[in-house]
């Protein structure tokens, strides 16, 4: 397991050779009490759609001007927007995710998502505040310190306005995305945050189909990445919004994809039930390509570990983990993080598990 | 229809309506070739609970991939009884 550190791999308590029924796993009274709470969100059914094709930044390895997306002409009409969430309320979406490029140029339109389907993040670079009005969990992106910022995205003092506009706000949760050169700076983006009283989750850059930039992550910044996580869930409990399981899952040297099989129609050719069935990822012309549906369009599928990605290749996944009392309140964990993130209101319990489990199937890396 | 097969249809719909907790339906008159995902609207997220209470119950193994196959009442028994007559 390389460089990882020791005291973080889970030693199972799991019986050697032990059949688990479920109602043994449940007979833990944390393990139940948890169950009940992320089981009330089954019903959360997602779709994506980008909302404009402007953005008031560009940033190195940005997915939305990857591949048709980018394209497609810009639908602004307000009546087509209520419409087409009136429809997909219809067809059983319960939560959309309002992302690119930039949702917060279009605050009209994010507001007619929210009067029609009240459940749902956006993600936004944080330069322009989105009224509390749109009532949607706020994911703003952060790539590392004003510095590294300045260099991606050409933006200036990114973190410090990005603070201003949304401190205090309760739906507000700032998403660092780990590349390969950023890895130390979590640390002095994770106190700054802690010390304004912030909520911060993390994600993992996935590399855009074709890209060969130095962002892209490898073996040694995967495990580089995993002990800085941890040390950070360890040192700030109040303010990450992390697992010891979110870390294992995405910070593994075989990506979301490969360890848990992905339901996003793009990889999914199934129309039976679950995502394959539901999802869809909208352009800004309000159509959508079963071809290249998932939550985050032109990744290169075996490199995603995307934050994004884990209501459908992790989430979904409660069977597989349902075999012992450990996976289980790992995936628990991983479900009460998930939620924490995305939906408006949901609070974020202790972790069961404070140890790094294995995936099931796979070793810890 | 076996006395057997329909035993554990009352029982499949008895764990559906308590697991999901569906309203204004007893196990008597949940129709049993209605489609699930259809008509019902349940996830993948519901089946695999359902699944999971069911295995303990009967002691057996519910494949995961066969999922897309559950999506009636009668077909969730039918693959019950076939498990039990392994």
Not at chain 1, 151 to 174: C, H, T
Request: hydrophobic share 35%; glycine share 6%; proline share 4%.
């Amino acid at each position: 397991m390389g460089a990882a550190k020791e005291e973080h791999v889970c030693k199972s308590q799991d019986i050697p050779g032990k059949k688990w029924k479920f109602s043994e796993i449940l007979a833990d009274n944390k393990i139940k009490e948890r169950w009940e709470k992320v089981r009330k969100f089954f019903f959360l059914r997602e779709s994506t759609y980008d909302m404009t094709n402007k953005c008031n930044i560009r940033c190195e390895g940005c997915y939305y001007y990857e591949g048709e997306k980018q394209f497609a002409k810009e639908n602004k009409d307000i009546d087509a927007w209520r419409s087409l969430m009136k429809a997909e309320k219809k067809r059983g979406i319960t939560f959309v995710v309002l992302a690119g490029a930039e949702p917060s140029l279009v605050p009209e339109l994010c507001q007619v998502c929210y009067e029609e389907i009240p459940l749902g993040a956006v993600a936004t670079n944080g330069i322009k505040f989105i009224s509390e009005n749109t009532g949607y969990k706020i994911h703003i992106s952060v790539w590392g310190n004003d510095k590294t910022s300045h260099k991606l995205r050409g933006a200036k003092n990114m973190l410090s306005r990005q603070i201003e506009n949304y401190i205090d706000d309760p739906r507000a949760v700032f998403v660092y995305t780990f590349t390969r050169n950023n890895i130390d700076e979590a640390r002095e983006i994770a106190e700054i945050l802690a010390d304004k009283r912030c909520r911060l989750t993390f994600n993992m850059f996935s590399a855009p189909s074709g890209y060969e930039g130095e962002l892209r992550h490898n073996p040694s910044s995967l495990l580089h990445t995993r002990e800085t996580i941890m040390d950070l869930i360890a040192q700030y409990p109040e303010n990450i919004l992390y697992s010891a399981y979110n870390t294992a899952a995405h910070t593994h040297q075989t990506g979301l994809h490969g360890l848990y099989g992905c339901s996003y129609p793009r990889m999914n050719p199934s129309t039976d039930i679950g995502l394959g069935r539901s999802f869809r990822q909208y352009r800004t012309d309000l159509t959508w390509d079963r071809d290249a549906a998932c939550c985050v369009p032109d990744t290169d599928c075996d490199d995603c570990r995307h934050y994004a990605a884990g209501s459908a290749v992790v989430t979904a996944r409660m069977f597989r983990h349902a075999v012992n009392p450990e996976l289980f309140k790992a995936w628990l964990d991983y479900v009460d993080t998930y939620l924490s993130v995305w939906v408006t209101g949901y609070e974020k319990g202790k972790n069961l598990c404070d140890n790094l489990t294995a995936p099931p199937g796979f070793k810890v890396f | 229809m076996s006395l057997e097969i329909e035993k554990i249809i009352l029982r499949v719909a008895e764990v559906m309506i308590d697991e999901l907790k569906l309203e204004d339906v007893t196990p008597e008159r949940f129709e049993p070739d209605v489609d699930l995902v259809d008509e019902v609207g349940i996830d993948s997220m519901d089946l695999a609970t359902v699944a999971l209470v069911l295995q303990d119950e009967y002691s057996i193994r519910i494949d995961e991939d066969d999922y897309p196959k559950l999506t009636t009442v009668r077909r969730i028994a039918e693959y019950v009884e076939k498990q039990l007559n392994k």
